[in-house]
């Protein structure tokens, strides 16, 4: 076991934590109000090799392990959890496309992805329900060289922003679920899609919405491998996600602990330091903890997936305990702050709305635990299996 860096992880973690400390950490909230992403900072990140570093370098990518890309991941979210959603969505597309699109596809839209100068979402969620995701029912049709794309997929991520979507659609009938879906490439200037964006608690620079599609043409090489396997081929991805989405919400937990460390320093009660009442520090010593302990699971998950071992029940458990001990983490933090953590002008309120979206995107903390049992005991553990 080693738990050392290599020289060039070492290296592009020290310049992303740079990037994460000089341009990101001071805008955060002012990102909020603003409501986007600044493309301009995008591009700055794919210049630096800080998106979707582990693109194959032959397709434009930088041929990084996935592990490196969960660190680069974590020092972005330290700096701004809303602009790693770039690392995060941009990381999972970027495998998905590499492994699934045809090659004009990917060799046009990766090496733009990679410079931060595109963002490709994805498109499974649908409003009668995200966590049966198999049971989905946007069609998609063959007609002449080429398919037609119709429904509404909700909750999606960047739902405005975004410049091509891997949507899930139905190729096969509705009983044959996850075995009767495809993935397909769309490119979001396609003629008959229109958007919407939500009222969100938090993410509000990254926003949510709906898009419809409204007999979509895409061309016959837009479908993403195998007609009717695409359900197989998201989930595979989301083992990638949870783990890069456990980092994210860790790294936001840990800015309000090294903030909240300064601060009971500085503050005073009852004549001294509150770093002198152990009811004060033990709660941080607690967070420091937890924190340390999840980060090395999602760590441990990504170090499997590069080395293509079994992943994907720790994948669930990141996804389900570092939100949730990102949250209670962060909550803890704003209450340490008194007073002032109530008040909109210090960030723990917006990284706590940031983060609790994460304890449902990408599947919800009882879906995960499904996911866990299910490898542990297999199908008796899943009613619907
Ligand atoms: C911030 C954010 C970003 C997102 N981004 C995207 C995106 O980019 N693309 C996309 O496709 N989707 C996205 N989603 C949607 C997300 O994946 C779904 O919201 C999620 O899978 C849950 O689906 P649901 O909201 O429909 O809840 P439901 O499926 O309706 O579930 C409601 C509640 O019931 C529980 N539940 C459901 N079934 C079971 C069961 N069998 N056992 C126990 N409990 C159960 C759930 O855990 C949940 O608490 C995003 C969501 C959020 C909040």
Redesign the pocket.
């Known amino acids: 076991m080693d738990f050392a860096l290599t020289e060039d992880q070492a290296e592009i973690v020290k310049s992303a934590e740079r990037f994460a400390r000089e341009r990101l950490a001071p805008d955060y909230m002012k990102r909020e109000a603003e409501g986007s992403l600044d493309r301009a900072l995008m591009r700055e990140m794919g210049r630096l090799g800080l998106v979707a570093p582990d693109v194959p370098e032959a397709l434009g990518g930088h041929g990084l392990d996935g592990l490196t890309a969960g660190l680069i991941t974590e020092a972005i979210a330290h700096g701004d959890f809303n602009v790693s959603y770039v690392q995060l969505?941009n990381g999972l597309m970027g495998q998905l496309v590499a492994r699934h699109a045809a090659p004009d596809i990917a060799r046009h839209w990766l090496p733009r992805l990679v410079g931060g100068e595109v963002i490709i979402?994805?498109?499974?969620?649908e409003p009668?329900?995200?966590?049966?995701?198999a049971n989905l029912t946007v069609r998609a049709e063959k007609s002449g060289n080429g398919w037609v794309l119709s429904g509404e997929?909700?909750?999606?991520?960047?739902?405005d922003q975004m410049d091509a979507m891997i949507l899930?659609a139905r190729t096969g009938k509705p009983e044959a679920k996850a075995r009767g879906v495809s993935a397909f490439f769309v490119p979001m200037d396609s003629k008959g899609i229109a958007k919407t964006r939500f009222r969100?608690l938090?993410?509000r620079p990254?926003g949510?919405g709906s898009v419809f599609f409204d007999g979509v043409k895409v061309p016959a090489e837009n479908l993403m491998g195998e007609e009717n396997k695409g359900f197989g081929q998201v989930m595979a991805g989301f083992d990638y996600s949870r783990a890069l989405i456990g980092l994210q919400c860790l790294a936001a937990a840990r800015a309000s602990v090294d903030e909240s460390w300064r601060y009971v320093k500085e503050r005073e009660a009852f004549g001294s330091p509150l770093a002198q009442y152990q009811g004060v520090t033990f709660p941080l010593a607690e967070a420091e903890t937890w924190i340390e302990a999840a980060r090395l699971l999602c760590y441990k998950t990504l170090w499997l997936r590069d080395r293509k071992r079994p992943h994907t029940a720790e994948a669930a458990m990141c996804k389900w305990w570092a939100p949730k001990t990102a949250v209670d983490v962060i909550h803890q933090c704003l209450l340490t702050h008194g007073h002032f953590g109530y008040a909109m002008d210090l960030p723990h309120q917006q990284r706590l709305r940031d983060v609790i979206?994460?304890?449902?995107?990408?599947?919800?903390?009882?879906?995960m635990?499904?996911v866990i049992a299910r490898e542990k005991i297999g199908a008796i553990a899943?009613?619907?299996a």
């Open positions: 969505v979402g994805i498109g499974l969620t009668r329900g995200g966590s049966d995701a997929k909700t909750s999606i991520s960047f739902s899930f969100d938090g993410t990254v949510r979206g994460l304890e449902i995107g990408d599947g919800t903390a009882q879906i635990k499904l899943v009613q619907y």
